[in-house]
């Protein structure tokens, strides 16, 4: 059977005929391919110009939207094959739209993200944009030898071992570290990757430290927790900032904008009942803790695109580079 080729036609005309070709191939539970101006062609600039080849004008597009064109459609981009110096056949499989372990049900709630589930499976700092955002946080805060750190929502300890990698590990050592979760099988995995004397799990129920006692913190972190269901997140955070943020401390709030389906990482959040991405609910949270941060004297910044970060700090932010 020929392969669909494409020269000139506009994405809205490609994606119109690509979609049926998509839900029979998850129908049929096979990969389909199209041909499309090879991306590599350089008398173009901007994805989307035009060039003529052998006398067939060509719209090309970069590989980068062939990529989103992809996500849209739920489908992961597999390897491409050139066919000949001016067209590259794009190769893909679909997935089901709801393929996420957002929707998996679980009888211990606790345990939704617990080992064995496909959420454990995950390793955010293996994602480009989260891991340069959360290091840029990390490193513009200036973390000093002796400081106390703690993480809302640690995990399997992710994000502790993000900010061993930036420090290194002789100055994260004379850090005092707290990771606090609810989910005792991550819990329980997390304290076999750190040194415990000094970085220490508690299994326990956020909403719990609205009464916890416990020395000041310089720096708390919480990265995909305050927005979760049932946690009092907002007097939890007032709680925290007034009565264990040491006055000279920092916050760093992370926010998933971003989901993963079918193993894939998609970007926007979503709203129950909205098939596609409904932001209000989460700018909502960023910008309560935003104005909170600025009436108590923190200077913020908002940085960040599949995960948001908002990171405040009461003795300023440094200026970092990636490199």
Not at 126 to 151: I, M, N, T
Not at 170 to 198: I, K, M, N, Q, W
């Amino acid at each position: 059977m020929a392969v669909l080729r494409f020269t000139n036609e506009s994405l809205f005309t490609i994606l119109e005929r690509v979609h049926p070709l998509r839900e029979q191939a998850l129908l049929e539970q096979h990969d389909f391919c199209f041909e499309v101006p090879n991306p590599d062609i350089r008398d173009v600039y901007f994805s989307g110009e035009t060039v003529t080849r052998d006398g067939v004008e060509c719209i090309v597009r970069s590989f980068r939207a062939w990529v989103e064109f992809g996500e849209l459609l739920h489908c992961r981009f597999k390897t491409p094959e050139v066919v000949d110096e001016s067209f590259v056949r794009l190769r893909w499989e679909p997935y089901e739209k709801e393929d996420s372990w957002h929707t998996q049900e679980v009888e211990d709630i606790t345990e939704k993200y617990g080992v064995g589930t496909p959420f454990f499976r995950l390793n955010k700092l293996e994602e480009p944009h989260f891991l340069a955002s959360l290091r840029e946080c990390y490193l513009s805060l200036d973390l000093q030898a002796g400081e106390r750190v703690l993480f809302l929502g640690s995990h399997k300890g992710d994000e502790l071992h993000l900010l061993r990698e930036v420090l290194g590990p002789e100055r994260f050592a004379t850090l005092s570290c707290v990771g606090v979760d609810h989910c005792g099988s991550a819990v329980d995995y997390a304290r076999t990757r750190f040194d415990r004397s000094h970085v220490e799990f508690l299994k326990m129920d956020l909403n719990d430290l609205l009464t916890w006692e416990a020395e000041p913190f310089h720096l708390i972190v919480s990265v995909g927790t305050l927005h979760s269901p049932g946690v009092q997140a907002y007097d939890l955070f007032r709680s925290l900032t007034r009565e264990r943020l040491h006055p000279n401390g920092a916050v760093v709030l992370g926010f998933p904008n971003c989901r993963y389906v079918g193993g894939e990482l998609q970007y926007g959040a979503r709203a129950r009942n909205y098939e596609t991405m409904e932001l209000s609910l989460m700018l909502k949270d960023l910008m309560f803790y935003r104005r909170y941060m600025n009436k108590k004297g923190f200077r913020v910044r908002m940085t960040g695109k599949y995960y948001l970060f908002l990171t405040g700090s009461k003795r300023g932010l440094a200026k970092v580079d990636f490199a």
